[in-house]
């Protein structure tokens, strides 16, 4: 399996909701906690840290860094900069798949509501159950820990199959949709995971599932309390006969990188078919035309892998090949956006241009023509974007969109000629107003053009040239002049 940091588990982030549907929230001054939030935001958000000496032992950090904590009286607090003996807790999963914080050295449980949070209740009763929601993006890929395949939509057999070396195109793509405090497996084509692994239109009760977590991994547990596994010679994923997760039911969810094709000036694709030369020689846009696109954080240069497991990478005279198995300067190339069409420029300053053979080669010091591609994000057909303030969504009552709530509402995008097109609920279409505002019931197809700036952001263009960015309304509006936080979103 390819690695160089290509295979990036997700640390897993969430909220923790209580019987009263109130966050668990670590307030900034005093490190106080209390359960009174409505929604999911940075201060409701903790990671699960597993204790080093291999027991049931979990630990919880908030956003500060810091640990909750229980002393011998149920006095919690969350001041802890390192996790001591009060910092351990036991999770007991109820049968509704809610957890119950038990504290290990005191026995007692975790509960309450609002500012009276104490964890002295030698009982589970249901002010001392939680409801886990993740904080994570939700699209990602799904590794199966027993087979160490990946799990992709298999349209043939009408099923999702785990045994995918890579994780390899818009198949493998994984949404997990959060409805009634459950969760339900989304496919790229919109359908969702039944229990007994077959796809449906419509999220209905078998296919919903509860998260457990065991060992920093995954588990999906059905309604019958039954546990999804890879199943047969593909690793169809279906529920089994377990009741309780082993090896076999647990996954991981690794980032999902984003996957583009090139079209160069010939009007053909960017490919490695033939061989290890780059070349824009093919007609079709398949594994070989596909390559996954890793931006760097330091430098914000891109790293272009392809389904053999190689970068693309300068060679002699100019020539891009993809051969390399190491990260390196010579495998870094910078992204020049140009609304519909991009150039690349490679790691002798010079741009890369389509010769007439189909070739690429960085040999110019201008962009022409044969300097331009069109770039096409091809793992994303729905999408889920958040920004500082939350997720995307749309407003409850009026066309516009919401950029700042903790539940999230999944768009469809088409592609024509350099530019997007968003549609939302009833199929309507993205567009900008004449005050600047994004509204969301369109009739008519709308350009926007897509901007991959840093690693799992995007940055949008409208038409009128001005980036889409969340205001301080919690409105989404296209009046972004520059690149900026509230300008990069989360894809």
């Known amino acids: 399996m390819p690695t160089n940091g290509i295979h990036q588990v997700l640390k897993i982030q969430f909220g923790l909701i209580n019987e009263e549907d109130r966050y668990l929230t670590a307030e900034s001054f005093g490190f106080k906690v209390n359960a009174s939030a409505s929604s999911l935001k940075r201060k409701q958000i903790w990671v699960l840290e597993q204790g080093e000496d291999n027991s049931s032992a979990v630990f919880f950090r908030s956003h500060l860094g810091r640990y909750l904590e229980a002393d011998q009286d149920g006095k919690v607090s969350c001041e802890a900069e390192k996790p001591g003996r009060d910092a351990r807790f036991l999770i007991v999963t109820h049968s509704d798949g809610r957890w119950a914080l038990q504290s290990e050295p005191y026995r007692r449980f975790f509960g309450g509501s609002e500012d009276h949070l104490s964890c002295f209740s030698p009982t589970i009763t249901p002010a001392e159950l939680w409801t886990v929601h993740l904080a994570i993006h939700p699209q990602a890929n799904l590794l199966s820990i027993s087979r160490r395949r990946y799990a992709h939509l298999c349209p043939q057999e ?218 096409k994000l091809i793992n994303r057909p729905i999408l889920v974007l958040r920004g500082n303030d939350g997720f995307v969504c749309h407003h409850r009552n009026s066309n516009l969109l919401d950029t700042n709530r903790s539940a999230y509402d999944v768009f469809h995008i088409s592609f024509s000629d350099g530019a997007y097109q968003i549609r939302g609920r009833g199929g309507k279409f993205w567009y900008i107003a004449s005050n600047g505002n994004v509204c969301s019931d369109g009739e008519r197809s709308e350009d926007f053009f897509f901007e991959f700036r840093e690693r799992g952001r995007v940055a949008i263009r409208g038409k009128n040239g001005k980036y889409l960015r969340g205001a301080s309304s919690g409105m989404l509006k296209a009046d972004g002049d520059s690149l900026a936080c509230a300008t990069l979103w989360e894809y």
């Open 158 to 375: 009408d099923e999702i199959a785990t045994d995918s070396n890579i994780p390899w195109g818009v198949d493998a793509l994984i949404t997990l949709i959060f409805l009634n405090k459950q969760y339900c497996l989304k496919t790229c084509d919109s359908r969702y995971l039944r229990n007994d692994g077959k796809l449906v239109w419509e999220p209905e009760p078998r296919a919903r599932y509860t998260l457990e977590f065991k060992a920093g991994k995954l588990a999906f547990k059905d309604c019958d309390g039954r546990y999804l596994a890879p199943m047969g010679p593909t690793g169809t994923l279906k529920a089994g006969r377990s009741s309780k997760p082993s090896k076999d039911e647990l996954f991981d969810l690794e980032e999902s990188h984003p996957q583009v094709v090139f079209m160069g000036s010939n009007g053909r694709y960017v490919s490695i078919r033939q061989g290890i030369n780059v070349s824009a020689n093919q007609d079709e846009e398949l594994d070989h035309e596909t390559f996954q696109m890793q931006i760097d954080r330091e430098t914000k240069k891109c790293i272009f892998h392809s389904n053999t497991g190689d970068y693309w990478t300068l060679v002699t005279h100019g020539g891009i090949q993809s051969i390399a198995t190491q990260v390196a300067a010579k495998t870094m190339f910078e992204i020049e956006w140009r609304g519909r069409r991009i150039a690349l420029k490679a790691s002798n300053g010079r741009y890369i241009c389509t010769k007439k053979n189909g070739h690429l080669a960085a040999i110019s010091d201008f962009i022409g023509e044969d300097e331009e591609f069109i770039i």
